[in-house]
């Protein structure tokens, strides 16, 4: 078991370019989640799905960020466009079912110049 | 999602040593989890303990939770200079689908 994949492990670039950031969930597993973590908010859920559809999205920001999950081996995070305060490490993680135990990937840590 | 409150927010022991950390949430839950977080890492799952339940070990870890509290602590025994990371606790609140963590603690264990 690989455990929860996540591209790229680092991510710089310009405000106002687009981000996509990028994740596996460990197969099997119905449930996965976004959060990003900075030090002044700490771990925020951006946006779950169970069985690829999005249950709460209510987190997410702003309309800038969208999240897909067109199977259930992967899904993405956009940022478009990208802005200095979007700098963070953003962490997907998966679970077999709800509030089950979950399996976090090693984030993408995000900087926006 | 409203967080969970931990404290203290920054923990140093020598090798040897318990650490204590506790955790405060605000509604009623399923369950709460401990996590770990190395520096620059995921955060692991540690220990889950069922809102029915008041104590649970894991080895050098001791969970309690007292839901009339609505309060959780997590006990590391016997600390190793290993240990250093951050703690988070999680919870399963019964109206939701998700967790919600706390702020965590940073631990430091000097050998």
């Known amino acids: 078991d690989a455990g929860v994949i996540q591209s790229p492990r680092h991510e710089v670039t310009e405000m106002g370019q687009e981000v996509t950031l990028r994740c596996k969930p460990i197969?099997?597993?119905?449930?996965l989640f976004w959060y990003r973590q900075t030090m002044m908010r700490g771990l925020e859920l951006l946006i779950y799905?169970?069985?690829?559809?999005?249950?709460?999205d209510s987190g997410m920001p702003e309309d800038r960020f969208s999240a897909k999950m067109p199977n259930a081996s992967f899904s993405t995070l956009k940022i478009q466009p990208s802005e200095p305060r979007d700098s963070a490490v953003y962490f997907c993680?998966?679970?077999?079912?709800?509030?089950?135990?979950?399996?976090f990937g090693n984030g993408t840590r995000l900087t926006v110049t | 999602s409203q967080q969970g409150e931990e404290d203290p927010q920054a923990l140093s022991i020598q090798e040897g040593e318990n650490a204590t950390m506790n955790c405060s949430y605000k509604?009623?839950?399923?369950?709460l989890q401990w996590y770990r977080q190395n520096s620059g890492r995921g955060l692991v799952h540690l220990i889950l303990?069922?809102?029915?339940?008041r104590e649970k070990h894991s080895g050098r870890l001791r969970v309690t939770l007292d839901t009339s509290k609505k309060s959780s602590s997590l006990l590391i025994t016997a600390s190793r200079a290993a240990d250093t990371a951050s703690y988070f606790c999680?919870?399963?609140?019964?109206?939701?689908?998700?967790?919600?963590f706390g702020s965590g603690t940073q631990l430091t264990v000097l050998p």
């Open positions: 993680a998966s679970s077999p079912q709800d509030s089950s135990p979950l399996h």
């Open positions: 197969s099997g597993h119905n449930s």
């Open positions: 799905f169970n069985n690829n559809v999005p249950i709460d």
């Open positions: 509604t009623s839950i399923n369950n």
């Open positions: 303990i069922r809102s029915n339940e």
């Open positions: 999680a919870y399963g609140a019964v109206s939701a689908r998700q967790l919600t």
